[in-house]
């Protein structure tokens, strides 16, 4: 009887002391942090050795590159909103072909959170449990896009795939990859976060096409950590479109007694300063390269820093790209 006694406790103890799931990712993340310009990169890659990985050198590498109207973002998960191409209401999209390499599941913890409504809050992906420092592998061959710290998200990946889908692999400790790296399914993109004393770690996974999410269950098979099919079919409502932030503008009212001059400026609008952005120079990096990753011209990039065809960057070295 004592016995059975201690068991029973003991289960309550267990009961008591587990951890509740907690969402801290929700439709507005990635809105939140679009609007926060200094956002910085991730260095965890500082001291890892990238001689030899492959990146990309020309457009054409790039992913799905005219389907997403040649827009290469390295910055934001989401800035620019695009007409996903439905024929008769559906778009199908062919996951594996016979010479790429085949998918791999993007962890092994256990499925903690689904996507959809969670507690009046929209969960625009799929959240799993995981020991700390466990790896997270890229479902597909394709394209690190963004490697970096992203508001909500903290450190994430998200890597384009050559179909046109994109995987995002945020909340983790540790990021593997850079931004323009080609990689294959498989690869190790990160590592779990930090876990709290007794509990496991929250890493969460987001399927997205054309800068949309939808539920990742339609793409993954959870009980036996394959695809739910080699057809993706997609249609309108699996999707969570969410309008991009709009530029709050401030309106010139002029004062009282102003000049005829002054009165034209009853009808302008003008929109408040963004802060400058600026980018750490890391070792091998290049001026073409630098400006590719903020989307800008190297001739901008030598404008804004007072830089000729001759100058000469170095690591370390600060510089405005923005």
């Known amino acids: ?7 029973f406790f003991l289960l309550i103890s267990i009961c008591c002391s587990a951890q509740q799931i907690t969402i801290d990712i929700d439709d507005n993340a990635q809105n939140k942090a679009l609007a926060d310009t200094a956002m910085i990169s991730c260095y965890d890659t500082d001291n890892m050795d990238f001689s030899t990985e492959s990146f990309i050198k020309e457009t054409y590498q790039i992913p799905a590159y005219n389907l997403y109207g040649q827009h290469w973002d390295t910055k934001n998960l989401r800035s620019k909103q695009f007409v996903i191409p439905f024929s008769d209401g559906q778009l199908k999209i062919i996951l594996v072909e016979i010479y790429n390499t085949p998918f791999v599941f993007p962890c092994r913890g256990e499925k903690i959170v689904d996507y959809g409504p969670q507690k009046k809050l929209f969960h625009p992906g799929t959240d799993f449990s995981l020991p700390e420092n466990a790896p997270i592998y890229a479902c597909f061959d394709g394209v690190v896009r963004v490697a970096k710290i992203y508001g909500d998200y903290n450190k994430m990946v998200v890597v384009r795939h050559y179909n046109g889908l994109e995987t995002v692999y945020a909340n983790l400790g540790k990021i593997n990859v ?24 929250s890493f969460h996974f987001e399927s997205r096409f054309m800068n949309e999410t939808f539920d990742p269950a339609l793409l993954l098979n959870f009980e036996d950590r394959t695809l739910s099919g080699n057809i993706l079919t997609l249609e ?5 479109i969410k309008p991009l932030p709009q530029k709050r503008e401030q309106v010139f009212v002029p004062k009282k007694n102003s ?5 034209l400026n009853t009808t302008q609008k003008l929109l408040p300063a963004s802060k400058p952005l600026f980018h750490i120079v890391q070792k091998g990096e290049t001026l073409y390269k630098i400006a590719k990753q903020y989307n800008i011209s190297v001739e901008t990039l ?11 960057i170095y690591s370390g070295q600060k510089i405005k790209v923005k």
């Open 1 to 7: 009887m004592k016995q059975l006694l201690s068991v």
């Open 178 to 201: 850079k931004p323009d790296q080609i990689i294959k399914a498989g690869h190790i993109v990160g590592f779990a976060g930090s876990a709290d004393r007794g509990s496991l770690a």
């Open 236 to 240: 309108p409502e699996n999707f969570n």
């Open 259 to 263: 000049t005829k001059s002054d009165s």
């Open 302 to 312: 030598m404008k804004l820093n007072n830089l000729t065809e001759t100058s000469i």
